[in-house]
């Protein structure tokens, strides 16, 4: 059984930084993507951050230039770096993974920006 377990959310003032891991249980070139979503209360999950099997990065428009999306394969672990935070990236935030058609999500870690 899959699974991926993340860290390092935490309370941070806007502006400031914050590195979230993913490690999964296993070999992370098995999964088609890696993704980082995130959910704000009272609204829907978003795509925040991809990484593709080969290494490609796609983001979403409130990420592009603020968050890095990498990967340590000999730890089997993703890292989202979140810089120049704002009070609207409060969420928690979701490491998935799939397989073609088989998906995989952890728990979440919780982000809050705030004075």
């Known amino acids: 059984q899959v699974q991926l377990v993340e860290s390092g959310g935490g309370l941070v003032q806007p502006e400031g930084s914050l590195k979230l891991s993913c490690k999964a249980s296993?070999?992370?070139?098995?999964?088609?993507?890696m993704r980082w979503y995130r959910q704000a209360p009272g609204k829907e999950r978003d795509l925040v951050a991809t990484?593709?099997?080969?290494?490609?990065?796609h983001y979403s428009v409130s990420a592009k230039g603020r968050f890095t999306m990498s990967r340590d394969g000999t730890k089997n672990t993703v890292y989202l770096q979140m810089t120049s935070l704002k009070p609207e990236d409060t969420a928690v935030y979701y490491c998935?993974?799939?397989?073609?058609?088989?998906?995989?999500w952890g728990q979440g870690t919780q982000v809050t920006v705030s004075a």
């Open positions: 990484m593709t099997v080969g290494g490609t990065t």
């Open positions: 998935f993974a799939n397989i073609l058609t088989r998906q995989y």
């Open positions: 296993d070999n992370i070139f098995n999964y088609n993507t």
